[in-house]
């Protein structure tokens, strides 16, 4: 019997947690509410509680103050900031909450795993915030790859173009420009990507290098007479990472993400006080600007992934080299491109939905509303199990990158595993 309507909490009422998952909810009032939110700044959770009408007990400074009460709700939404996912998901396992988790699961393979073994012992229910397995983009060229309308794959080539704003705001002065803080970019961005090559082939990684480099958003490189911040810089101008390019405009979608005020008064005040108005050559990064990552899957299938800062755009693009023809797949503007060999080419135009990530957002929380209702019992596209292999390359690949090595994936696999007694699916007996 299913549910009319379901209950979550929400810890993080940021980006995701407001803007993705909260908008969704707003615009489903008959299907799913939030009872309760935790969330550190306090103008963030006046907010949030305000549009989703939440009690004033069930406003929380903190998650650990909101998972130190008895369970609230059917189901928890877990939006902030990845070096709080283990202990925060650990806790919400053990109050009985089915869980819908922002990628990456943690930080670092040792905390991932923790968070594996916790939900094998407890048989928990977690998703995992891979939504672009769900936008009808994807689920399209996965259509034709099953259907082998390029006959076998043999060799597939995938580029992460981050968009050069986007990586200065992320990756340069944000909240992932250093691994003593936040996961590798690999993991924090690219795990999407692992997870979508994965998915996509339906076949595991044999073995994988990686190379990546950090040359440009460093101190050498600041011009001469440049100032720590864009907001007193005299050369500023002819920068195309100025602050007040990204977030003084009249799009303001990006400076929502640093302050909840979006007047232009409210901008430059984040601008002059926060971490974003600094130079992108003056900051404590140190993030990769470009990494490859060379992979051999089962059945010898070759496979180059990219990413690189130095994009105009923000996309992601591929090409799939098969016996019988090529696609060629452009993820930003929704065409796919199927070359026949000696026969006639044909163009997909698929409409993607609404909302974040080319409708993903959407995709996902829905599912989990499903998933609370009970009108599905488990939703294969994004377990924890079905998300874990898109961790262990990502991790695999920093092994690679920072040692100088190709990584054995059967090898890696059986040792972290056999270590802490974890197997895909369950906990080993002692």
């Known amino acids: 019997m299913t549910k009319n ?15 993705a998952y909260g908008q969704y909810i707003l615009e489903h009032p008959g299907d799913i509410k939030v009872v309760a ?13 305000k549009e989703h009408n939440i009690a004033e007990e069930c406003r929380f400074d903190s998650w650990e103050q909101l998972l130190d009460e008895e369970k609230l709700a059917d189901g928890i939404i877990i939006a902030i900031p990845d070096n709080m996912h283990v202990e925060s998901a650990i806790r919400a396992m053990e109050k009985g909450y089915k869980i819908l988790l922002e990628k990456p699961i943690a930080p670092n393979l040792e905390d991932t795993l923790k968070v594996v073994r916790k939900a094998n012992e407890t048989s928990s229910k977690i998703l995992v915030a891979h939504v672009l397995r769900y936008t009808n983009f994807y689920e399209e060229l996965k259509r034709l790859l099953k259907e082998r309308v390029i006959g076998e794959i043999r060799f597939v080539d995938h580029i ?33 990507d692992m997870d979508l090559i994965c998915w996509l082939l339906e076949k595991k990684c044999i073995d994988l290098s990686s190379h990546a480099s950090l040359e440009y958003f460093t101190s050498e490189n600041q011009p001469r ?17 100025s602050a007040r390019k990204i977030y003084l405009t009249k799009n303001t979608r990006l400076a929502s993400k640093i302050t909840t005020n979006l007047s232009y008064e409210g901008r430059y005040k984040a601008l002059e006080e926060g971490p974003y108005g600094r ?16 992979m051999r899957f089962e059945d010898n299938i070759e496979v180059n992934f990219a990413l690189t800062a130095f994009s105009n755009e923000k996309n992601r693009t ?24 000696a026969k006639n080419s044909e163009t997909i135009m698929v409409s993607n939905l609404a909302g974040g990530h080319s409708g993903g957002d959407s995709g996902l929380i829905n599912n989990f509303v499903r998933f609370l209702k009970g009108e599905i019992e488990k939703d294969d596209l994004t377990t924890i199990e079905a998300s874990l292999e898109s961790h262990v390359m990502a991790f695999a690949a920093e092994v690679a990158r920072e040692e100088g090595i190709v990584v054995n994936l059967d090898k890696f696999r059986r040792s972290i595993f056999r270590e802490r007694k974890i197997v895909f699916g369950k906990a080993r007996p002692e």
Do not use: M
């Open 5 to 19: 309507i379901v209950t979550v909490a929400i810890l993080g009422a940021g980006n995701r947690g407001r803007e």
């Open 37 to 49: 939110i935790a969330e550190l700044d306090k103008e963030k959770r006046k907010i949030f509680a």
């Open 160 to 192: 992460e173009n981050i968009g050069f704003y986007r990586f200065a705001h992320g990756f340069v002065r944000g909240n992932w420009r250093n691994t003593d803080i936040a996961a590798p970019i690999i993991l924090a961005k690219s795990c999407h």
């Open 225 to 241: 007479g440049a100032s720590n911040r864009c907001l007193a810089c005299t050369v500023e101008a002819d920068c195309p990472y």
């Open 279 to 294: 130079c992108v050559y003056s900051c404590d990064n140190n993030v990769p600007e470009v990494q490859t990552v060379r």
């Open 318 to 341: 591929s090409k799939i080299f098969g016996t019988e023809g090529e696609i060629r797949a452009n993820f930003e503007y929704g065409i796919i491109e199927v070359y026949k060999f």
